[in-house]
Structures are given as C-alpha cells and as structure tokens.
C-alpha cells in the first residue's frame, strides 16, 4: 500500500467521524489528521482549520506534506434551505479553496456529493448517473456546480478528484446533523430511549439510504481504486436501500413493540419530494467494483444493538 498522509475537513460530522476512524485503522493514526472549526470532545491528531481560509489550507497542507484531502466541511440541505448564502459561500469556495491547493501541490481529493444534485424531473426509481439534474435546494445547486468544478480541476489541470453521490448515511457514532435524511437517525435514538418519535417526512416518503459501514468502506475502495479505472470525474451514484418512515417505523416495531411515532411533514417534505426514491449505481458497480454488504433488515437491527437495545432478532 502507498504511503498516504490524509487530511480530512469537516472530521467532526457525521460521516468525517467515521471516515476518520476507518481511515486511521487502515493508514494509521499519525498519518490521518483530522481538522474541523470547533474542537472535538476527544483530540487525537487534531487541527482547526477554517476551509474558508486558503492560505490556512495550503500551510497545513505543505507542512504535513499530504497526498490526499477529504474535504467534507459544509452545509447539508436542510440548514442550508435557512441560510442560502453562507451554504453558498461554505461549500463552494471551501471546494475551491481545496481544489486550487492540490493544483499547487499535486495532492489528491476527495469530495462527496449527494442525491441531492437530482431535482423534480430526474427519474424517480433507477435514476440514472447522467440525467437532467436541476435540483431544488442550495445545497443540490452547491452540488451540481461542485460536480463539474472536480471535472474541470481533473481535466484541465490533471488534479485526481473523485467523488460519489451519497444517500441518506445512517449511523450510530456520531449524530446526523443539518440533513434532510436525518430522521432515520433520529428515530432509534427515540425508540431505545423509549420515546415517540415525530417525524419531519410524511410516513410514506421513500429516500435512498445507506448503512454508514458501506458508505466508508465504498468510499475507501473508491479512494485505492487505478486511476484508469475512474471514468466519473462529477461524481457516482452510489446506492444501497431506500424505504419510507413507515417502513423504518414498522421494522424498529418488529424489535421494539412498544415504540410509537407520528408524522408532522415540516419545509424539508419539499426537499424530499424533489429527491429520487431509488438510485441506478451501475457504473460505480462496474468501474471500481462497488457493492453494498448490508440490506435495510441488518441495518435496522445493527442500529438498534449498537445504541444498547435489549431486542430480539
Ligand atoms: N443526507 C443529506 C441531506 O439530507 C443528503 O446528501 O442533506
């Protein structure tokens, strides 16, 4: 395996939580710097760093003398929807900022994309990885004009930036925050709480999701694949399950009878709507050999054990 010397933004998310764990098992800790705005609760090979600041991103950059960025600092749909101009400025020039000093420095990129590039007229089920785009958020907007700024960094100045649409990412170790598919988090912490649940989508709403084991793991395996092997410079559909509220409800009520839930659709039913149910991740599948290991079954029991329910499977 290559030496590697990560950097990763935004470490203190949701997904950079994980990633920088799941990073460091594989590359070791002193080589997986983790830096956010805020510190974190525990510090291990930690940095503030403002992806805003350029000159901050290039000094850390140079000093660590790193081959790879995972730059995942940014807003996500729903607080994005209520501040469109810093989710703006955030996730369009923090993307620039990191994509001019890996020009400068020759170092690798990673970047994630969402579902959310897809608007009202995409396909709803199968939606395909080139199909009219036109999203409805800032945050689809952001992710559509970053797309094509990775494609134009890869092809006009050879920078190796490679990117994959996420679902909704589901996961136990750190909260979701700021997101349109955060509900799915939210309601096992409710139900193993022994709470009801409100939820912000109507019942019946379908999104694609995934269990955040296979959003780390294909991200990595994207991350080791050839260079040849990567014919997406915008970024892969990347699928794994999609169910509604109702659904995720009903199979939590399969372990824990007695949770109960309703639901009160607030502004993010709008965002939902505009999403596909159900994503086609063919060329992910065929290019570098993605595969999703967990179903929605094993994902919802998974979830429950780790957050200490006492179920029966
Ligand atoms: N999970 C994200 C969101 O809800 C989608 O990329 O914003």
């Avoid at 780390?216 to 997406?232: H, K």
């Amino acid at each position: 395996m290559q030496k590697q010397q990560i950097i990763i933004t935004g470490a203190n998310g949701q997904l950079g939580t994980e990633l920088t764990s799941a990073l460091r098992a594989r590359y070791g800790t002193a080589n997986v710097i983790a830096t956010d705005i805020r510190h974190p609760a525990v510090e291990t090979n930690f940095q503030l760093l403002d992806v805003m600041d350029r000159d901050a991103v290039r000094s850390l950059v140079t000093a660590e003398e790193a081959t790879t960025i995972y730059h995942l600092a940014a807003f996500l749909s729903a607080s994005g929807e209520q501040r469109p101009q810093q989710a703006w400025d955030l996730n369009m020039q923090g993307l620039l900022n990191v994509l001019e000093v890996a020009r400068e420095t020759g170092c690798r990129v990673f970047w994630p994309s969402s579902i959310a590039v897809f608007g009202a007229y995409a396909p709803k089920t199968n939606c395909p990885q080139n199909t009219v785009t036109q999203p409805s958020t800032v945050y689809g907007i952001s992710k559509v004009a970053g797309e094509n700024w990775c494609r134009y960094y890869h092809d006009v100045y050879g920078v190796d930036v490679r990117s994959i649409r996420y679902p909704g990412l589901i996961s136990h170790t750190a909260m979701a925050g700021g997101g349109t598919t955060d509900y799915a988090v939210d309601i096992f912490h409710h139900a193993i709480r022994g709470e009801a649940y409100t939820c912000f989508l109507d019942a019946d709403t379908i999104l694609p999701m995934m269990y955040m084991p296979d959003a780390v793991a294909g991200t990595i395996r994207l991350m080791e694949a050839p260079s040849t092997a990567i014919s997406i410079r915008t970024a892969y559909n990347f699928s794994a399950f999609s169910f509604s509220p109702k659904q995720l409800a009903a199979t939590i009520q399969e372990h824990l009878p007695e949770f109960s839930w309703y639901s009160r659709p607030d502004f993010r039913q709008r965002i939902a709507d505009s999403w596909p149910q159900q994503i086609d991740d063919r060329q992910a599948r065929s290019d570098w050999g993605w595969k999703p290991r967990y179903q929605f079954e094993d994902m919802v029991g998974e979830m429950l054990s780790a957050l200490g329910a006492h179920i029966t499977t």
